[in-house]
């Protein structure tokens, strides 16, 4: 009847425990504490480790335990198991196979296995063992401690959650049982530093912390550390759309050596021949030898052979940029476009009152507030977004006008999302789709918007060149400095995106623009070289529009739809 009862105790734990239980080397000592199996000593099961003549078996480590053996294990104590289960059903359960009859470890945890015997009410096994401590037990401020002939187990793979400095010390000295250089010279590890370690950043953690999975079979399927599971992705104001593939380590780690894999670059560590590892070796985030790994000639992973300064706030209305000015095209285009602005500001404050382009503002408000708003923000979206007045007047001109307007806008309010969202969102997976020109969305209304706005400009500049006439009265004549500036900053730029997916045989056809130049660009070898030049020129291009756009008639695209708003809530309640 005992047994039975535990077979009892089993199929409601198996229901409580719909998945698989996982072979660890880890054992938390108060469920051990607790289970069937508390009181038994480690070699009562584990007498193939007692006998072995190496502990750990390097061999052992890298497969998966043989679940036959394991049921052998079992039957030791638990034959009717067997008989139980070769019958066709076991803990309420149909056995379909053999194997599945052999799978102790598929349903059963025997070191938290709790026991059937004595089981007061209070305990439901249909309920997670944690938390139920007082359905059996007194409350004690320490459990007691191994017998001594289990106590060479414990010291490696006895964890205490009430100790957790005590488990640490447990999980280390299991690791550098054969990763210390100095430890477990018989087999073949890689070897770490324990002085190096203790330097580092991550000296407090415990292994298992980066190597969640080290702890179980087998041992080298691990994969890559990563790196997010603690921290944060950086924002884009210190990585730049362009790293947004970029895996940590291939910066961060000192012995990382960066590689490609499509459109990633990811790292691989070079194991030494002798010496431990330096695999725990960071380098800090300002030290640009980092970015010398990838930006230096000759490199294989598709990078410029320079390090290029990040974009700066002028480049919002295209990118996803920073808000800063640390180069000096940008801070020369800075200095203009504010003396400029200042400039104009000055001349409208010079002029007669009703010629000033705010000349509402002088009236007396006889309207409601929120009145006044709705009138702001309707001529605001209606006639200085959607540009309705222009619509009205001419139709033609509306085109040719939204044709550049609109794509800058659209690409302006992507750029100004993807850096709140990588400042305030990082864990967000859309966040880096914004961020990742690689990506099919990102791609294709980039390339797009870019096309657009290219036969925007050369409509615009056909249209006045074959124009015959009168001009339409209130509408200014063509910027053509401007739109020559606009037009090259906008070719230079698709000119720039191929050569860096022909540097980084990036695949992505929605960017049917790029993809195009990057084909024929294909097999160039000095692109790494050419590409700093390349990006130079096109910020040059796109600085100088900048500068020149408070002097010139192009000024208007950015003012009137606020000058539109700002006058329509004055004149609100003055129209009646």
Known sequence: MKKLAVFILLSALLAAWPTCAKAGWLIEQGPLHASAHGQLSCQDCHQNVADSQRHPDL?????????????????????????????????????????????????????????????????????????????????????????????????????????????????????????????????????????????????????????????????????????????????????????????????????????????????????????????????????????????????????????????????????????????????????ALIAGLLLRISLWLAAPAKAAPLHALGKRPTAPLGRRWWAGLKALALDGLLQRRLWRAAKGRWLIHGLIFFPLLGRMIWGLAALAASRWLADWPLTWRLLDKNDPLTAFVFDLGGALLVCGVLLAVGRRLRARGPRLPGLPRPDYPALILLGLAIVSGFWLEGARMAMTGAQQPLAFVGAALAAGMAGWDDLPRLYGWFWQAHAIIWCAFVAYLPFGRMLHMIITPAVLAVNAAANAGHDQ
């Open 59 to 335: 061999i052992r480590l890298n497969q998966i335990p043989d679940q036959t053996a394991r049921a052998q294990m079992c039957a030791q104590c638990h034959d009717d198991a067997q008989t139980i289960a070769q019958s066709g059903r076991h803990g309420g359960r149909e056995i379909t196979s053999p194997a599945q009859a052999a799978n102790c470890l598929a349903c059963h945890r025997p070191h938290h296995q709790p026991p059937a015997a004595a089981r007061p009410k209070a305990f439901n096994p249909a309920r997670p063992m944690i938390g139920q401590c007082g359905a059996c037990h007194h409350q004690r401020a320490k459990l007691p401690g191994p017998a001594a002939a289990d106590a060479k187990c414990a010291a490696c793979h006895l964890q205490d959650a009430s100790r957790p400095a005590a488990s640490r010390q447990n999980l280390q000295a299991m690791c550098l049982s054969c990763h210390d250089r100095h430890q477990g010279q018989t087999i073949d590890a890689v070897r770490v530093d324990v002085a190096d370690l203790a330097r580092s950043p991550h000296a407090d953690l415990s292994c298992l912390d980066c190597h969640r999975l080290a702890a179980q079979y087998p041992h080298d399927g691990q994969k890559a550390v990563d790196c997010r599971q603690c921290h944060q992705p950086h924002r884009e104001s210190q990585i730049h759309d362009a790293h947004a593939g970029v895996s940590c380590q291939a910066c961060h780690l000192a012995a990382a050596i960066p590689t490609r894999q499509g459109g990633q670059v990811l790292w691989r560590l070079q194991r030494p021949e002798i010496g431990p590892t330096k695999a725990h070796q960071l380098r800090a985030q300002s030290d640009q030898d980092s970015c010398r790994r990838c930006h230096a000639p000759g490199n294989q992973v598709g990078a410029a052979a320079t390090v290029l300064p990040a974009k700066s706030a002028l480049c919002i209305p295209c990118h996803a940029a920073t808000l800063t000015v640390g180069d000096w095209p940008s801070g020369l285009a800075l200095a």
